[in-house]
């Protein structure tokens, strides 16, 4: 099969009742030409078809919290309608820098060190476009989230992949070592990390610090997932010694309250590298949401309850996911964080994650999402899939007994 090839347009062409065939060739950069369409698109489009649960892509099926959205009405409605100054609402600046003090200890200006985006997504476009060069060598955990890599190939940088390998998915730091040098400009780093929820531990971050120092290379540090740390502490790579002059921290409201669709972001870090994130901001999206940036410092003074029963609801359905996921039969590796558990497909005697994928959605009404598509290599992801537990109990627990019922080990 390959829908996955199949560009978006070409299905949406049909809407006009033209054929794929009447339609001009479709044109791409070459910065872009070798990318695929998305699997998220695919692997949903066909969850609707076939009726499937859909535990691929990572959104709750629950809303956000009142207080929140009350915020963002009251924001609307107080007439705060208007563009917001480009680098953020005055007041969301002011409440990431206390949040990222209570998180890390780290007293950041507001007004010279945070910037707003449109996700996390635009605050990494943002940073790599505004700190990268072509040709800069860029250094890429596997698997990863897949816009990195795109913003990479739009920058025109080199990358060079290290793939973290079940079942802990630690760092190979003799790799590591070999890999880092003084051609290269950075590494993009995610923890806890999408899709495997590993977290990276407090030595793989001390090793990748001194190998930075020494090279003289910035991190790019990916933490949307930071309040969904269940088995370990989370730790920012900016808050370990000599590291906060060469990282930018990128963060995001969406999955911390559940307003995915709400799209604000932000970057932290030093004046000397905001500055390059300020001005490829400022000719992306200028600026982002207003009403939605004033609702946001209101959620990021949420009182600790807010966060620790985030956490307690998330665990309890991690729980019902992957004592599930064991019971059908899978190899489920652990994950220390996220909203994702990663599993071994292998037992159910089909070769490749994509078509395993297809074969959950059509013939056992579950949708899960290969994890060949994080990879530099796509073979290294074969064996693996994904499955997200940011769904209410009882869409999970129709999942699993719809495995039980219908997925037989071969
Ligand atoms: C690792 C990671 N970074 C960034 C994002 C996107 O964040 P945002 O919606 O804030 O752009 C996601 C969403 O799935 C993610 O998993």
Known sequence: MSTTTTPDNQVASNHNGSTQNSNPPLQISKRLENFKASIFTHMS???????????????????????????????????????????????????????????????????????????????????????????DEVILFAPFYDSYKGNLSMAGAKTKGITLRPP??????????????????????????????????????????????????????????????????HISMASLPGMYERTVTLNSLGKTFSLTGWKIGWAIGPQHLTWGVRQAHAFITFSTSTPMQWAAATALRAPDSYYEELKRDYSAKKAILVEGLKAVGFTVHPSSGTFFVVVDHTPFGLAKDIEFCEYLIKEVGVAAIPTSVFYLNPEEGKDLVRFAFCKDEGTLRAAVERMKEKLLRK
């Open 45 to 135: 489009n066909l969850a609707v078809k076939h009726g499937a649960i859909n535990l691929g892509q990572g959104f709750p099926n629950f809303d956000g919290p009142e207080f929140v959205k009350e915020a963002a009405i009251q924001a609307i409605k107080d007439g705060k309608n208007q563009y917001a100054r480009g680098y953020g609402v005055p007041d969301l600046n002011l409440a990431i820098a206390e949040r990222f003090k209570r998180d890390t200890g780290l007293v950041m200006d507001p007004e010279k060190e945070i910037t707003i985006t449109s996700g996390c997504t635009e605050a990494m476009a943002a940073t790599i476009l505004g700190l990268i060069n072509p040709g």
């Open 168 to 233: 802990d998915f630690g760092v190979p730091i003799d790799e590591l070592k070999s890999t880092i040098s003084k051609n290269t400009r950075a590494i993009i780093l995610n923890t806890p990390h999408n899709p495997t929820g590993k977290m990276f531990t407090r030595e793989e971050l001390s090793t990748i610090a001194s190998l930075c120092i020494e090279n003289d290379v910035l991190v790019f540090t990916d933490e949307v997932y930071n309040k969904l740390a269940f088995e370990m502490d």
